[in-house]
DNA sequence: GTCTATATAGCGATAGAC
DNA sequence: GTCTATCGCTATATAGAC
C-alpha cells in the first residue's frame, strides 16, 4: 500500500500531527484548494517533511477514510455483540458510515476520485485498496454471519450490500436534505427490500432468476472465489 | 456549461484542431502524463490559446464525452428506425457505447473523476453535466418508446437503464477479458434479466415490492417530475 | 530513520497585441 | 474574437544534513 509507516515515537507523532493539520485546512477551505505547502505551515515543517509521511494530498484523504473505516468496525462489533436482530445490524453497518462522514461530505467525495482508474493506487475499486474494500466487505459479512443462509447467498449477500452502501454513499454527498435523511429512508427500504427479496428468493418460481443471477455474477468474477 | 463556443471559422478549426491533437497525446502517454504544453506544442499554438479554448485538460475529455454521446445518438438512432426487438434495441443502446470507447478505455475513466463531488462543474452526475445526460437517459427513452408500459415504469426504465449503463462502464475499465468480453455478457445478462423482471413486476405477488420500489425512488428525488 | 534545502517543470491567470 | 508573452504559485524529485 502506499502508506509510511513511521518506526519510531517522534515520527509517529509528526505524522499524526501533519494528519491533524491537514485535516483542519481541507474542512476550513476545501481539498482543492489546500496545498501542502500550506499544511507543511501550519504543522510547522518543512514541505518536505509532509511528503516523506505522504506522497500527496489524496494519502492524506486515504489515511481518513482509513480512519473512518477503523471507527466504523468499532461501532459495528460493540453492536453486533449486542443484537440478534438481522435488519438492525444492518442498518447500523450502514447507518453507522454515514453517522461518522457527515461532517466530510466534501472529503470523502475525493474518496471516488479514481473510480475509473483501475492502475491508480487510490481508486476505491484498485488493487491498492484491497485490503480497505476486504475490511468493508467484511462488516456486513458479520453482521449476517449468524443467518445459517445457502452458501451462495452467503457469498453474494456481503458484496452486494457493500455495493448497495457505495451507491449509497456517493448519493449521500449529493442530498441536501437536512441530516441527509432522505439517503437514510432510502437505505433503510433499500434494506427492507433487501430482506423481502432474500426471503423470495427462496419461492420456486424465483429459482431459476436467483440461479441466473449468481451464474452471471460469477461469471463477471465479481464474487469471491471465482 | 465548460464550453467556448467559438463563432468563427477560424476558431472552429483551431479549436478542433487542438482537440484532435490531446487526444492524440492523451493515447500515446495517458492522461495525466499529458501537460497543456505539449497539446500546445504539438498543436502549433501558444498554451494560452490552449487555455482559451478549454478551461483545462478535463475539459477536453468532456467534449471527448460528448463526442461520443453524439456517435452513440446516431448509432442508435438508425438501429431503433429499424429493428422493433425490444431486446435488441436495448442491446444495441449498451453495446454501442463500449464499442465507442472500447479503444480509450483510460480516457473514459476521467470522466468518472469527480463523481463524488457534487459541486465540481465536471462531476458526472451533477449540474454541469445535466444536458448530456438527459440525452444519455434519452437514448434508452426512445428504445422503449414503442412498449406501451404503465406509466411509472416508463418513467423508471430509462434512469435504470442509465444507471446500469453507468455501472456497467465501470466494469467495462475494469476488465481486461479481452474485447471486454466479460462485461459485455454481464449487459447481455442484466438486460434479460431486466426484461424477465419487467414481466414479473406485474405479478400479484410483486405487486406491493413494486409500488415500495417506486415510492422509494421517487421520495429520493431519483425520478423525473419528484 | 527523520527531516531540510534546493531545483525543475507544469498549472493557470493576466495584460495586452492583433 | 483570437491568440501571445510572461509571471507567480504549486507539485514533487533529489541530495544530503542530523
Not at 45 to 62: D, H, L, N
Request: one cysteine or more; charged letters at 30%; a positive charge.
Amino acid at each position: 500500500m502506499f502508506k509510511t509507516e513511521p518506526s519510531t515515537d517522534k515520527g509517529e507523532q509528526t505524522r499524526r500531527h501533519i494528519f491533524d493539520c491537514a485535516l483542519e485546512l481541507f474542512r476550513e477551505n476545501g481539498f482543492d484548494a489546500t496545498t501542502m505547502q500550506e499544511i507543511a505551515l501550519r504543522a510547522d515543517v518543512a514541505k518536505s517533511a509532509a511528503y516523506y509521511y505522504f506522497p500527496g494530498k489524496e494519502a492524506i484523504i486515504q489515511a481518513y477514510y482509513e480512519a473512518v473505516q477503523d471507527e466504523q468496525e468499532r461501532v459495528c462489533r460493540r453492536i453486533f455483540a449486542g443484537s440478534g436482530n438481522l435488519k438492525a445490524r444492518l442498518a447500523a453497518a450502514m447507518h453507522a458510515k454515514f453517522d461518522l462522514a457527515k461532517e466530510d461530505r466534501k472529503l470523502l467525495g475525493v474518496v471516488f476520485r479514481y473510480t475509473g482508474e483501475p492502475e491508480h493506487p487510490l481508486s476505491c475499486l484498485g488493487a491498492g485498496t484491497e485490503e480497505i474494500r476486504r475490511r468493508s466487505i467484511g462488516v456486513f459479512r458479520e453482521a449476517i454471519a449468524g443467518e445459517r443462509l445457502p452458501k451462495d447467498l452467503d457469498q453474494l449477500l456481503p458484496v452486494a450490500l457493500w455495493s448497495l452502501q457505495m451507491g449509497l454513499l456517493i448519493l449521500f454527498l449529493y442530498d441536501r436534505s437536512e441530516g441527509q435523511r432522505r439517503t437514510r429512508r432510502l437505505a433503510d427500504g433499500a434494506l427492507e427490500l433487501t430482506l423481502k427479496l432474500l426471503a423470495l428468493a427462496k419461492l420456486p418460481v424465483l429459482k431459476p432468476v436467483r440461479t441466473k443471477v449468481l451464474s452471471l455474477l460469477r461469471e463477471a468474477d465479481l464474487l469471491p472465489e471465482g
